[in-house]
C-alpha cells in the first residue's frame, strides 16, 4: 500500500519511556489514499510521538468500507525500498501482484508479508466479489545489514490458539505457545486476538520488547488504560504480562505488535525507508527510471508517479522523541 505522506498526528508524548506501568495512548488520523473516490485509512504509525514499535514503523487501519460506494481499494504499482509489507484483512479479499511474479490474494485470517530489500514493486486491488473492506496494512523497517535483502514473498495462514475468553492467531513471532514459522529481520510480534464481551485475559511476554495494541472493536483497556477503536495503545519494554479486558457487550478484536526497540534511525518517505535524505533521492531517481524496481504485470493502469520531494532535506527519525 502506498502510504501518501510520513509526517504523523500530534499525539502528546507520554512518560511511558520512563515508567514501563504506563500505557501511551497513540491516537489516529485519517489519511486518504488515492483520488477523489479513495479510501480513507486510519494511521497511528508513524506521528511525533512515536516513530516505531520494535521494528514496526507504519501502521493503517481501514473499514469497515462498503466498497459498492467508495470505490475499494485500487493502489496502483508502486515501489517499496528497506521495509517488508504486512497484510492482513479482517474482511474483503484483496489482489496482490508484484515484480517479484507474486499473484495472490489477502484474505481474513491469512498473512501476506513481502520483502522489499533492495526494490520491489506491487499493486493491491480489492476483488469485485468484495462488498465489505477491512483491515490493517502494517510496515516493518529492514536492519541495516538486511535493508538491501532480495525481494520475497510469504503467504501463511495461521491457526487459532485458544485463549481464556478468546483466541489468538499468531501471524508473526511467537505468543501463547504458538509461532509462526514466517522469516523476519528482526525478532518481531503479530497476532490478531478475539476477546468475548466481559472477558480479561493476561498474556505472557518478553520483557525485552515493547509492545503496541492496536483496537479495531470492543470497548478495550489495556493494563487499566482505556483504549478506544482505532487508538493504539504503547507498552515500553519491562512488562512480563499485558492484561487486556475488554468490557463491553460485543465481542473485541485487536492487533497486538512487538519487538525489542529498534536501536537505528531511519528515513522515511513515500514508500521508501532509507538512512539518508540521499538514499530517498536516489530511490525516487531509480523508481522514475524504472529500472530497480522491476514491473508489475497483469495491473490495468499505469504505475503511480513519486511525488515531488520536500525542498528540506528529510531527517533521520528513531523510535520515540
Known amino acids: 500500500m502506498s502510504n501518501g505522506s510520513f509526517p504523523g498526528g500530534d499525539a502528546p508524548v507520554s512518560n511511558a519511556e520512563t515508567d514501563p506501568t504506563t500505557v501511551q495512548v497513540l491516537t489516529a488520523r485519517k489519511v486518504p489514499l488515492g483520488g477523489p473516490r479513495a479510501m480513507t485509512v486510519r494511521r497511528t504509525l508513524p506521528q511525533r510521538s512515536r516513530s516505531l514499535i520494535g521494528a514496526w514503523c507504519f501502521a493503517d487501519h481501514y473499514g469497515p468500507d462498503d466498497v459498492t460506494s467508495s470505490g475499494g481499494m485500487d493502489v496502483a504499482p508502486h515501489p517499496h ?48 466479489r468484495t462488498t465489505t473492506l477491512h483491515g490493517v496494512q502494517l510496515w516493518v523497517a529492514l536492519p541495516d545489514e538486511h535493508r538491501d535483502a532480495p525481494r520475497d514473498f510469504q503467504h501463511y495462514v ?31 510480534l503479530g497476532a490478531e486476538l478475539s476477546l468475548d464481551p466481559g472477558a480479561a485475559l493476561t498474556l505472557d511476554t518478553d520483557p525485552d520488547f515493547e509492545h503496541g495494541l492496536l483496537v479495531d472493536t470492543g470497548d478495550v483497556h ?35 505488535l512487538g519487538g525489542p526497540p529498534f536501536g537505528e534511525e531511519i528515513v522515511m518517505w513515500w514508500n521508501f525507508i532509507a538512512r539518508s535524505h540521499d538514499e530517498i533521492v536516489q530511490a525516487r531517481e531509480d523508481w522514475m527510471k524504472g529500472d530497480r524496481f522491476g514491473e508489475v504485470h497483469g495491473y490495468d493502469g499505469a504505475p503511480l508517479p513519486a511525488p515531488e520531494l520536500p525542498n528540506a532535506p528529510l531527517k533521520p527519525r528513531g523510535r520515540a522523541r
Open 81 to 128: 525500498t528497506g521495509l517488508q509489507t504486512v497484510s492482513w484483512l479482517f474482511g474483503g479479499e484483496i489482489e496482490h501482484r508484484d515484480s517479484l511474479g507474486s499473484h495472490a490474494y489477502v484474505r481474513p485470517g491469512e498473512l501476506n508479508l513481502m520483502t522489499g530489500g533492495h526494490g520491489i514493486s506491487h499493486s493491491e486491488v480489492s476483488t469485485p
Open 158 to 188: 495461521p491457526r487459532p490458539v485458544p485463549l481464556n475468553g478468546g483466541h489468538a492467531r499468531v501471524f508473526l513471532g511467537t505468543l501463547a505457545g504458538d509461532t509462526s514459522p514466517v522469516r523476519t529481520f528482526t525478532p518481531l
Open 222 to 256: 489495556l493494563n487499566g488504560t482505556p483504549l478506544e477503536p482505532a487508538a493504539l495503545g504503547y507498552a515500553a519494554p519491562g512488562h512480563r504480562a499485558l492484561t487486556i479486558a475488554n468490557e463491553g457487550p460485543e465481542t473485541a478484536r485487536l492487533i497486538l
